[in-house]
């Protein structure tokens, strides 16, 4: 049963998954819980809302460790596969706790929805083994667990390892992870390291899976009974093919069914069904996986059978698991459970059944645009066991049948749509009509339905005037009403609806409390919305779901009741208590938004079999637009909260051309094919009893409707020979003679026939233009030789036909002359407008008149303008014209129609309508026709009709059905007045080359259009502008319009000479003032988008007045001829002072191939422009020369409306040419506001409150540089190491280090001294403090146009502004400004400076070797100085440890930036950049913030950790108060200071009162807690991410580093010291004395139970073994060896590692340095000479932490292990503190996962720890060498059977033969002698008495 697919490979029927995408182990936080049921648990992320933009993304995968791996003496490695991506980990030996700690990398470049389906398999296998038997367990998932997670990560995961191939066999062991998926922006967290302790933690209680949930064997069992509607697929040409070669008769449906079910990798199909539409599989599919299962998703796929070509693709469902089940830990959730229910399948339209670029969507890819069937399915999951090779696929029980048939009960469904306008479209070139369709009901084209008043009239677009065309309707708005038959799944809906009812209601409240925020509202109104909005919540929780019906609902209707309704109680207790015990509106708000994504999980309903409404767009019978609306929002209930929220509404909908996600034309994107006004309703038929238009306040009117066709023969017309038949439908290819019509049974006609055109014809081209321009073009003909002749003169038009001379042409009505005839000049003429060619039939005019001409011709036009009071009467004339006799004309029946005859005109029709009503309302209005009812058929038709007839004669008749036209017809439109006030937009999308762009927008509403005047090289347009719409129609009920006010778009479009470009679009809905209403309507921010993405924001409002006599508001004053918007609305103005800081720029790349070197800003706000001074030569000094600016501009009172602040920087060049080189745009000026009144009144309010008096100061203080610190304060010039012993010994920069880090063993002694740690911090220092941009900030400038996918990223910047601005309101009465806030500024000049670089350590860098390693060193560049640490690089470590520091010499600000790379050495080819981070090294020196040295906590004057800043903590306080504008500190004493407001005393900082002996003067300690307190740089290490240029957007690593930068002019101090701790040269002696109680593994000949032991031990890391001798023979477990085993090793004490360098392979030219813990490894085994030897048993002893030893053999168990099952508790002890220790130690065999331990023997060891120094002075040799001392060690005393027995004969003789054999062998001698004599006696007997007888004788 293989399925031949060409995309994706299928599991035979034996069940075997897939090698690339096996079934794993579902993965899942600790927290989850499953209570009696096992589940896929449900994620919290919607991956159909990732993105499909391809990106940049690396996988992280960091192996750790493994724990219980199955076997024993095994050398694992861990191979990790991630997509089609493999890596592998290096072999651990001997061991199953391997220790790797290594990071393996994985890049990829592919969206995020397709990374989220890449499979991961860590798998760990034996190295020792062959291939094909080394694996030891895996563990399978896919990378969307791990995106869905908390910063895409999972941090120190244990995963179970299991046998892919067995699962029932168990778990095989665990594996410690940690896993990371980097996008862009995304930041790179460090997983933290493992404590020493791990081993006392227990794997069960952080593994990735369910805790407590054992993986158990399930059975997906999929139930597929049926399916309808299937499209057909295959064409019929080869089906003709097959009857014209009769291999085939009569009609066969186009299809060949059959159903793919695939889940977890395995893929299992039904039977193929031949030729139908409606296939009955009766069918289950059993698919076999291991619970909980890591898959969220089961794939449905309906494939048609291709015998000649591969299968197609028919459709694609997939069933969500996380909505078909429930993993709630407070509820008792439930496997997934799916129907019996009909799932629907959509993809490509149904008539494309070749592949075409539209395929895509039956796969699944993208929103399917068209129905294609539905299919009956049922899914269960049983759990136990797995399905055997024979129930895989099996026929459906008779008894399911039966019990499925009462799910399949239809009900009556009406829709009703109601179109009411068609705007917005694009010109087409051919009549255009909408389709409805809901299933295959409804489908013109569809053949297995019957027709249906599904579709609008075709009607010809006609232009608005300014863009875009419109559909002119008029007061007859055609509708449709579509009968359809369903299941009955109303219960289902109308919970559903009243769900996302309540979330409708509370995301609009919430959107209008969030709105108060933002425009910073008095806390009081903030808080009274919110409290309603919580009312409304709890009203809305208390209304109870519907009850579920007695009959024909499934278990999973069952489920989610209950799970909706405990969750809604949940949810209504806690809006209680919100509302009862709220006080913050930003928590409110944040918890209210939980409730939303609460909610939303709930409203779901995967069982809703009714399919989605469907709105098509066809123009010639072309699909070109669609639009998709959920069944279930228009679904109408008798309880209005349970209605669909469209249902009965009239509403907007904008159609969308069917794309494939990443291959649809961009540009075509934003052109919308259309916008519709509809009106939809849809229900039971039970319940449509006149309700269904009943809003719409209009007539239904059916109509049947036929054409009238003819033809022109010899300018004749006739119906002769006609392609089609004289009475027909639309298309020609239905006969519909008027005779042929009978009213439907409950239908009447009402009146006769009458003729009813097309009155979209009747628009000429100058429709709905206010002016207009005739042209006529004059033509002359000549012989060839002669003179243009002046009297034969003949007119035509642009397309040569004839046309009436310029005196004959009239105006139309309603128009009127606005100038005369003139010849056209402006074009490719001659001086007299003539243009010439060879013949006028064949065109190709040229200006230059040449001999052979023949013809030429010249263009008249005039303009005219439309009046305005005439609008009526010309559409009047109209439909006057157009009603006089009803044909309209066209070339041929396939192309377009128009009113007017011309030349080449050949055929011509006309619509006839008859009215019908209906006796019964639900009664079906669709007609049979009989094609044989035409009596009046002319001979030629009746003889043509008999052929076809022959043709078909062995064809049954069949009737042909046709379905009316429906409208709604109105009587009087109601007119209109629709105001935008189109204020401003800013953040737009530049769209020309100089990185601006020329904006205007474009306004839609209804069928007028209108646009904005263009503003010029802006991206923050203010356009001021009312665009007012006069005479809006709109028809229906005023108060519906009022409830559902229709929608106006606004588009932005760059204008450009040829061609606009567009920038967004903005929708909005205005104010419905139907009179008496006086509220004024206020500007808001409409999000701008543009491809789905944010595009800026517009600032506007609009308002639509009833214009029916009352009396509308003044129109807006006008400003050069333009409306401006009015003062009630636009924003309240006040006159503001704006400082702006012009530091200087950085930064500039070249531009237009030349440097930037005289730049100059402008700064404009408001359309105030300020432009500075140009700097003469950036290349010296990049400063402004004046650095203080300001302006006065009058901005908005309220933030909301401020306008941004926009930077522009200009290049001065020479002959006064000055291009804009890049541009910065400033949205809100909100951080920039500032109120220096209040600031210098609260300041003396503060000092009044302190006691410190009233002191005179003001801002306008001069800025002066602290005074000299006295020399006795200044700090001893000593190292920073100290000279103390004591200090050396101890504690070091390290031990801070350490200790800041949370090393709690590592930092111990230094917290036991009592100093402070330092802060760090786990990113960028200048993120904790605000980029140190309080002094200035850096504006990146951007420059030229962004495209489709381009983001305004800094690395795109041309260059950077560097300043800073304040924003204050000045005095409304004139008075005196306040005192300038940007005035006691530092100095601009070049300062030079020393800057100290300490690189501590990196972390996690990205490998560029193809080991997977590198070998990083340091390069550090600041300007031109560069520092390359080449020699010193650590060969293949990815998280090295530097240890460096640097010194480079700089000059603010012409070198700022640092730059701190880290290259991988590469001895033969060119170094590789890994990755670099920089730092603005000027922002920091002129922070506030004091960026240039941290402060530590305590100051020092000696010791280790001594004052290392180049100034006293006192001058730094004075300088921060000067620099921040502030008094200086008012010291009372030693023990008290008033600073900023705040009165510091010492005693409230040093509470112990205990003083150290290092501490400085008590005011220099003050004013140090003072600083720390006023938020400057404490002392510090940064956690710096790298980033490479190739890669920008991902993390490369991250990098610990701290920075000090002193300027030249002070003394500098001399620098601390971080060189990396040298390791102590230890050794490690171990004295194997005796086992005991070894389990006894060989069996002799003999029959004696017998081991050969010996024993091995090893350092783990240096894999150095050494074994003793063997002890043969041991008989009863006991061996002895007197034996010593000596391991050098090197050691740092501090970190209690061991550190190992060595070579990684034979060919490796470096030694890398590894550390590991202290880990003695001794293992017994039996010595065999002829097979492998056997291992007996191991002991695992960290020398750091060690179990306590026991005195006595018999007194050793497994529970002296510190891992012991029953976790007792066991004293553990330190080698290194004791420095030896003896005893006896349990040895054991691991069993598996699932086995217990088992105790294979003891052993007795002393093991002892010696320094170098002490191992030279009591020297010892290995085993029982010379010299055998400290302590001398004897021989074994082994017994005497202890010997190897080939080498021994006679022992072995004396201990084995003869102590088992020996009354054997005696017994047998004695019987041997005994036969002997009886041998002896029978021989000599017969001698002996024949002599004695003969003797006798």
């Not at 290194?1776 to 088992?1798: L, S, T």
């Amino acid at each position: 049963m293989d399925i031949d697919d060409d995309n994706e490979d299928i599991v035979e029927v034996s069940g075997e998954p897939l090698p690339r995408n096996i079934e794993s182990e579902k993965v899942k936080s600790d927290h989850t819980q499953y209570d009696g049921a096992i589940a896929a648990p449900r994620s919290t992320m919607d991956r159909s809302k990732l993105s499909t933009k391809k990106q940049d993304f690396q996988v992280r995968v960091n192996i750790h460790e493994g724990r219980k791996l199955m076997g024993g003496n095994i050398h694992p490695v861990c191979n990790v596969h991630v997509g089609k991506q493999s890596k592998h980990t290096r072999v651990q030996k001997s061991t199953n706790k391997p220790l790797w700690d290594e990071v393996l990398f994985f890049d990829f470049n592919c969206s995020a929805l397709d990374l989220c389906d890449e499979p991961v398999t860590i798998e760990v296998l034996n190295s020792r083994k062959i291939r094909s038997d080394s694996l030891i367990g895996a563990f399978k998932f896919d990378l969307g667990l791990v995106y869905e997670s908390t910063d895409h990560q999972f941090i120190h995961k244990w995963v179970l390892l299991t046998d892919p191939e067995d699962k029932e066999s168990g778990a095989k062991g665990y594996v410690k992870i940690s896993i990371s998926i980097l996008g862009p922006g995304d930041k790179l967290k460090i997983p933290p390291k493992s404590s020493s302790t791990d081993d006392l933690v227990d794997i069960e209680s952080n593994l990735l899976r369910p805790a407590g949930v054992q993986l158990q064997p399930a059975t997906y069992t999929v139930k597929i009974y049926k399916a309808e509607d299937v499209p057909k697929m295959d064409t019929d040409y080869f089906e003709g093919m097959k009857r014209v070669l009769r291999m085939q008769h009569g009609d066969h449906d186009l299809v060949d069914p059959y159903m793919i079910v695939s889940f977890a990798g395995k893929k299992l199909k039904t039977k193929v069904m031949y030729k139908t539409y409606t296939p009955e599989w009766d069918q289950e599919l059993n698919i076999g996986v291991q619970m909980p299962s890591m898959c969220e998703q089961l794939m449905l796929r309906l494939m048609d059978k291709d015998h000649f070509n591969r299968d197609d693709i028919i459709a694609t469902h997939f069933l969500q698991l996380t909505r078909l089940s429930s993993a709630d830990p407070d509820d008792e959730g439930f496997l997934p459970t799916f129907g019996p229910a009909y799932v629907n399948f959509y993809g490509s339209p149904r008539e494309s059944i070749v592949d075409d670029e539209l395929e895509p969507l039956n796969r699944g890819c993208g929103e399917g645009c068209s129905f294609r069937g539905r299919a009956l399915v049922e899914l269960t999951v049983s759990i136990g066991q797995e399905p055997s090779k024979d129930e895989l696929v099996r026929d459906i029980d008779s008894e399911d049948l039966l019990r499925v048939q009462p799910f399949q009960r239809r009900r009556r469904y009406r829709l009703f749509v109601g179109f009411l306008e068609g705007t917005m479209i694009h010109p087409v070139d051919a009549p255009v009509e909408f389709e409805i369709s809901i299933g295959e009901y409804g489908n013109k084209f569809a053949s297995t339905t019957l027709p249906a008043p599904s579709t609008t009239q075709p009607t010809n677009p006609v232009y608005d005037g300014s863009h875009y065309y419109y559909l002119p309707w008029g007061q007859t708005k055609p509708c449709v009403m579509l009968n359809s038959q369903w299941e009955d799944v109303m219960f289902r809906i109308e919970s559903l609806n009243l769900i996302c009812r309540t979330i409708d209601r509370l995301e609009g409240h919430l959107k209008d409390v969030k709105y108060l925020m933002r425009a910073k509202a008095p806390l009081a109104e903030s808080a009274g919305k919110l409290i309603k909005l919580l009312d409304e919540l709890i009203i809305d929780l208390n209304q109870p779901l519907l009850d579920l019906p007695q009959k024909n609902i499934t278990e999973l209707d069952k489920k989610m009741f209950a799970l909706r309704d405990d969750e809604m109680k949940r949810l209504l207790i806690e809006a209680v208590n919100l509302r009862e015990n709220a006080r913050d509106i930003d928590q409110a708000v944040n918890e209210i938004d939980t409730y939303i994504y609460r909610l939303q999980q709930i409203a779901t309903e995967p069982q809703n079999s009714i399919p989605d409404v469907i709105i098509w767009m066809l123009c010639g019978n072309r699909r070109v637009a669609y639009h998709r609306i959920p069944s279930h929002q228009v679904m109408f209930s008798p309880k209005q909260d349970r209605c669909g929220k469209l249902c009965g509404h009239v509403f907007s909908v904008f159609l969308k051309r069917p794309s494939v996600p990443d291959k649809s034309n961009a540009k075509r994107q934003w052109k919308l094919p259309a916008k519709l006004q509809v009106f939809v309703w849809m229900g039971l038929e039970d319940h449509a009893k006149g309700i269904q238009h009943k809003p719409l306040d209009g007539e239904i009117s059916v109509f049947a409707e036929t054409y009238e066709n003819q033809i022109s023969l010899l300018s004749k017309w006739t119906t002769r020979a006609m392609p089609r038949p004289k009475w027909s439908d639309i298309t020609g290819q239905l006969k519909l003679p008027k005779e042929s019509f009978t009213t439907p049974p409950g239908w009447r006609w009402a009146g006769d026939w009458f003729i009813n055109p097309n009155l979209s014809l009747s628009y000429d081209l100058d429709s709905g233009l206010s002016s207009f321009q005739d042209d006529v073009f004059e033509n002359q003909l000549r012989t060839p030789g002669s003179d243009w002749p002046t009297s034969k003169l003949f007119w035509t038009d642009v397309t040569g036909e004839e046309a009436q001379s310029k005196e004959e042409i009239m105006c139309p009505i309603g128009w009127e002359w606005t100038d005369i005839w003139t010849v056209d000049l402006n074009r490719a003429v001659d001086e007299e407008g003539y243009e010439y060619c060879l013949d006028q039939s064949v065109g190709g005019f040229v200006p230059v008149e040449k001999t052979y001409h023949l013809c030429r011709r010249r263009r008249w036009v005039r303009t005219r303008k439309r009046n305005p009071d005439s609008k009526q009467q010309a559409a009047h004339q109209r439909m006057m014209k157009a009603a006089e006799e009803g044909w309209e004309y066209s070339r041929l029946f396939t192309t377009k129609f128009h009113l007017k005859q011309r030349t080449m005109d050949m055929v011509r029709r006309r619509r006839w309508h008859r009215k019908m009503v209906a006796d019964n309302p639900d009664a079906d209005a669709i007609f049979i026709i009989d094609p044989t009812s035409d009596t009046h058929e002319t001979k030629d038709e009746v003889s043509s009709s008999r052929k076809e007839s022959n043709a078909v004669a062995e064809k049954p008749f069949l009737p042909k059905v046709q379905a009316p036209r429906m409208f709604i017809t109105f009587k009087e439109p109601h007119t209109y007045q629709l105001r935008a006030y189109i204020y401003q937009a800013r953040d737009l999308f530049s769209a020309d080359p100089s990185g601006l762009s020329d904006p205007y927008a474009r306004v839609v509403f209804s069928r007028q259009s209108q646009r904005t005047k263009v503003l010029n090289e802006t991206l923050c347009p203010t356009w001021d502008q009312t665009l007012v719409f006069e005479e809006v129609e709109f028809y229906g009920n005023p108060s519906m319009l009022a409830e559902s006010p229709p929608i106006v778009v606004v588009e932005l479009f760059d204008y450009d000479t040829v061609g606009s470009d567009f920038l967004g679009r903005a929708i909005a809905t205005p104010i419905v003032k139907l009179g008496g209403e006086h509220q004024m309507a206020k500007l808001n921010w409409h999000p701008i988008t543009r491809g789905g993405e944010p595009a800026g924001e517009l600032l506007g409002a609009f308002e639509l007045y009833l214009n029916e006599g009352a009396e509308l508001p003044f129109m807006p004053p006008t400003r050069q001829d333009v409306y401006q918007v009015p003062s009630g609305i636009r924003p309240v103005m006040q006159l503001t002072r704006i400082e702006v800081l012009t530091w200087g720029v950085r930064h500039m790349k070249k531009f237009q191939l030349a440097a930037v070197n005289s730049p100059s800003i402008e700064i404009e706000c408001g359309g105030v422009v300020l432009s500075t001074i140009k700097i003469k030569n950036a290349k010296k000094n990049p400063n402004f020369e004046t650095s203080s600016m300001l302006f006065d501009v009058f901005l908005p009172v309220e933030e909301l409306y401020t306008p941004p602040l926009n930077i522009r920087l200009l290049d001065h060049r020479s002959f006064g040419v000055k291009p804009l080189v890049g541009t910065h745009m400033i949205k809100s000026l909100q951080e920039y506001r500032r109120d220096p009144v209040a600031m210098v009144q609260t300041i003396r309010e503060k000092m009044l409150e302190s006691g410190f008096g009233d002191t005179d100061y003001s801002l306008d203080m001069d800025f002066a540089e602290p005074q000299e610190a006295q020399a006795q304060h200044q700090p001893q010039n000593t190292s920073s190491s100290g000279e103390d012993g004591e200090f050396k010994e101890d504690v070091d920069w390290w031990s801070k280090y350490y200790s800041s880090c949370g090393n709690e063993q590592l930092g111990r002694v230094y917290r036991e001294k009592g100093y402070e740690n330092m802060v760090v911090f786990e990113e960028e220092l200048e993120n904790y403090f605000d980029m140190f941009t309080d002094l200035a900030q850096s504006f990146p400038l951007f420059h030229g146009k962004r495209h489709e996918d381009e983001d305004l990223d800094e690395d795109k910047a041309v260059g950077y502004f560097k300043g800073t601005f304040r924003v204050y309101p000045l005095p409304a009465d004139g008075s005196d400004p306040p005192p300038r806030m940007l005035k006691n500024v530092p100095c601009n000049q070049l300062v030079e400076v020393l800057v100290r670089v300490y690189i501590v350590k990196a972390f996690e860098l990205q490998p560029q070797d193809p080991n997977g390693l590198s070998d990083p060193y340091l390069a550090l560049k600041l300007g031109r100085f560069k520092v390359k640490d080449r020699e010193n690089y650590v060969p293949k470590n990815l998280s090295p440890t530097f240890g460096k520091m640097f010194e480079l010499d700089g000059t603010l600000p012409l070198e700022s930036e640092l730059r701190v790379q880290i290259f991988d050495y590469d001895l033969l080819s060119g170094d590789d950049l890994i990755g670099e981070t920089k730092i603005d090294l000027e922002n920091r020196f002129l922070s506030a913030r004091r960026g240039v040295c941290g402060l530590p906590k305590r100051y020092y004057i000696a010791g280790p950790y001594k004052w290392r800043d180049a100034e006293l903590p006192r001058q730094i306080l004075e300088k921060w108060c000067a620099t921040q504008a502030l008094p200086p500190p008012v010291w009372r004493g030693n023990s008290q200071v008033y600073v900023n407001g705040k009165t510091c005393c010492l005693r409230d900082y040093e509470t112990r009162g205990q003083v150290h002996k290092d501490w400085g003067p008590p005011e220099e300690r003050l004013a140090l807690y003072t600083l720390l307190d006023l938020g400057l740089v404490p002392e510090h290490i940064e956690t710096r991410t790298l980033y490479n240029p190739l890669r920008p957007e991902i993390p490369q690593g991250k990098i610990q580093m701290f920075v000090d930068i002193f300027p030249k002019t002070a003394t500098i101090p001399p620098p601390i010291n971080i060189t990396p701790r040298a390791p102590q040269d230890l050794e490690l002696r171990v004295i194997v004395y005796n086992v005991q109680d070894v389990v006894l593994s060989d069996t002799s000949f003999t029959g004696e139970k017998m081991s050969d032991i010996y024993v091995k031990g090893w350092l783990k890391g240096q894999d150095k073994k050494q074994k003793t001798d063997v002890h043969y023979r041991s008989l009863n477990g006991e061996g002895n060896f007197n034996w010593r085993f000596i391991f050098p090793f090197k050691y740092l004490p501090a970190e209690e590692v061991m550190v190992i360098k060595k070579k990684e392979h034979f060919f490796s030219i470096d030694k890398h340095e590894e550390k590991h813990p202290v880990t003695f490894a001794v293992q017994i085994w039996d010595n065999d000479i002829f097979t492998p030897d056997d291992f007996l048993g191991l002991l695992e002893l960290n020398l750091n932490f060690m179990p306590k030893a026991n005195k006595f053999a018999k007194s050793v168990s497994l529970d002296d292990l510190p891992d012991n099952e029953k976790g007792k508790p066991v004293p553990m002890v330190s080698l290194f503190d004791q420095k030896n220790v003896k005893g006896w130690w349990p040895c054991y065999e691991e069993g598996g996962p699932d086995q217990p331990r088992e105790l294979t023997g003891k052993i007795e060891m002393e093991l002892e720890i010696l320094s170098k120094e002490d191992s030279e002075a009591k020297p010892a040799g290995k085993g029982q060498e010379e010299p055998n001392e400290n302590p001398h060690l004897d021989p074994p005393n082994r017994p005497a059977t202890s010997f190897l027995w080939f080498t021994s004969p006679w022992k072995s003789l004396r201990y084995i033969i003869w102590n088992n054999y020996k009354w054997y062998i005696i017994g047998g001698l004695i019987l041997i002698l005994i036969i002997a004599m009886i041998g002896l006696f029978i021989y000599s007997a017969p001698g002996a008495l024949s002599e004695k007888l003969i003797a006798k004788i």
